[in-house]
């Protein structure tokens, strides 16, 4: 079956510590995207890449850093100087749909993980 | 720029009732919209869309009409179920982007 994966579903860091959250797809997705979920509030972009080797910025990047080394993988790690991480953390792919205005298509998200500074 | 306005909630529905949840985006362009639905601990998953003026989406008993000339994409249902409790997001697609509503938390109780 086609989809994405997250791992680990709970993570728990240390103040000071750097902790990188995983996830995989299998769709053959040019695009990836990390999200950051704060309870009742909605989803705020992190970083976003659309093809391999290439990623962007996005509203909140600060402390945070990416890689797209394979079109399947897009890890998102978790820095000491990110002061405020626990949060539920979401990772979506999509394929590029031209379209009028160049936007994306539908995004497929993976189950989530859910991080907690002790 | 380009964003989603929805209704905030939380809403709390009878079982049988009607269900509207507002959402009025701002956008250059031609975006597309969409609702999604997440149910507690997990991702988002689509519910329905819509890529162009005056079409409908609808899926699962769920409809939303993309209305150009209010700028809206309003989710309605007819008849909630208990089943329907969830968070559901308003987005629309932006070039190499998607924008998302605050969410709205929807429960429905026998």
């Known amino acids: 079956d086609g989809g994405i994966t997250q791992s680990p579903k709970y993570l728990f860091r240390k103040e000071g510590q750097n902790v990188t959250l995983s996830c995989e797809q299998n769709?053959?997705?040019?695009?990836m995207y990390w999200y950051r979920q704060d309870p009742g509030q909605g989803l705020r972009l992190i970083y976003y890449?659309?093809?391999?080797?290439?990623?962007q910025k996005g509203d909140i990047a600060e402390g945070y850093s990416v890689s797209r080394e394979k079109k399947e993988s897009f890890p998102l790690t978790v820095t000491s100087a990110q002061k405020n991480p626990t949060a539920f953390y979401l990772c979506?792919?999509?394929?590029?749909?031209?379209?009028?205005?160049?936007?994306?298509?539908?995004?497929?998200f993976g189950p989530g993980t859910r991080l907690t500074v002790l | 720029g380009d964003s989603v306005t929805q209704m905030e909630g939380p809403v709390t529905l009878s079982e049988e009732a009607f269900l509207t949840i507002n959402c009025t985006y701002t956008?250059?362009?031609?975006?597309?919209l969409f609702w999604y639905v997440q149910y507690p601990g997990e991702g988002l998953q689509l519910l329905l869309k819509?890529?162009?003026?005056?079409d409908k989406g609808s899926n699962k008993g769920f409809e939303a009409t993309y209305r150009k000339e209010t700028t809206s994409f309003h989710l309605e249902k007819g008849s909630v179920q208990v089943s329907d409790s969830a968070v559901y997001f308003c987005?629309?697609?932006?070039?190499?982007?998607?924008?998302f509503g605050a969410g709205t938390r929807l429960t429905v109780k026998p």
């Open positions: 979506a792919s999509s394929t590029n749909s031209p379209g009028l205005a160049g936007g994306v298509d539908e995004q497929f």
């Open positions: 956008a250059t362009g031609y975006p597309s």
């Open positions: 987005a629309l697609s932006v070039p190499g982007d998607m924008r």
């Open positions: 890449s659309q093809i391999v080797n290439d990623f």
């Open positions: 819509a890529t162009k003026a005056d």
């Open positions: 769709l053959n997705h040019d695009a």
